[in-house]
């Protein structure tokens, strides 16, 4: 699985099912000190080594504000991932996981997410500490950490609905 692309003992494949378009773009593209899965942190830290993150044009205007947050939720497309496992076996003991039950690279629509601390924008580039891709690996989107976020449009009534009417 992960490590080379190779199958282990009792890990299941399937033949997927033929691509949707869902029209996603690559905003941008990731630099990391990795290049090789085998190096690679298996999950990012903050005290982790700075990493880059070049937005390409037209987006760069969409990072108007960005610096105001300490943390960034980044989504990433783990390029060089298998996507047809079901079951893995993460240790290679023959114990199996189901894909959804892990946040292995392996998976149908190979997203990565992490959640980095942002030290400094330098105009269409951010350097940020905690990631966990290959060097190379295309950007999704970022977003504000959710936590530190505050939604500036007004409430709306499903804001104030709660699970308590039975629902
Ligand atoms: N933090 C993300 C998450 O939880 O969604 C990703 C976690 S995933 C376990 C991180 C691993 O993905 C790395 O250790 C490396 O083995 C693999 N990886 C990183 N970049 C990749 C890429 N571009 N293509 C395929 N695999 C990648």
């Given at each position: 699985?992960?490590?080379?692309?190779?199958?282990?003992?009792?890990?299941?494949?399937?033949?997927?099912?033929?691509?949707?378009?869902?029209?996603?773009?690559?905003?941008?593209?990731?630099?990391?000190?990795?290049?090789?899965r085998l190096g690679?942190?298996?999950?990012?830290?903050?005290?982790?080594?700075?990493?880059?993150?070049?937005?390409?044009?037209?987006?760069?205007?969409?990072?108007?504000?960005?610096?105001?947050?300490?943390?960034?939720?980044i989504l990433y497309?783990l390029d060089r991932?298998?996507?047809?496992?079901?079951?893995?076996?993460?240790?290679?003991?023959?114990?199996?996981?189901?894909?959804?039950?892990?946040?292995?690279?392996?998976?149908?629509?190979?997203?990565?997410?992490?959640?980095?601390?942002?030290?400094?924008?330098?105009?269409?580039?951010?350097?940020?500490?905690?990631?966990?891709?290959?060097?190379?690996?295309?950007?999704?989107?970022?977003?504000?950490?959710?936590?530190?976020?505050?939604?500036?449009?007004?409430?709306?009534?499903?804001?104030?609905?709660?699970?308590?009417?039975?629902?």
């Amino acid at each position: 699985m992960v490590r080379e692309n190779e199958i282990r003992e009792n890990e299941v494949s399937i033949t997927p099912p033929e691509a949707n378009d869902a029209g996603l773009t690559f905003i941008g593209r990731i630099s990391t000190p990795w290049v090789s899965r085998l190096g690679c942190p298996r999950q990012g830290r903050h005290d982790g080594p700075i990493c880059q993150i070049e937005i390409f044009a037209p987006w760069v205007e969409a990072l108007k504000g960005v610096e105001r947050f300490e943390r960034l939720e980044i989504l990433y497309w783990l390029d060089r991932s298998r996507r047809d496992l079901v079951l893995q076996s993460p240790a290679n003991n023959g114990e199996t996981h189901g894909t959804f039950a892990l946040r292995s690279p392996v998976r149908p629509n190979p997203i990565g997410t992490s959640i980095v601390q942002l030290e400094a924008v330098e105009g269409n580039v951010l350097l940020v500490r905690g990631l966990d891709c290959l060097d190379g690996t295309p950007l999704i989107d970022l977003k504000p950490d959710r936590t530190l976020f505050k939604p500036i449009a007004p409430p709306q009534p499903g804001d104030f609905e709660t699970g308590d009417n039975g629902t």
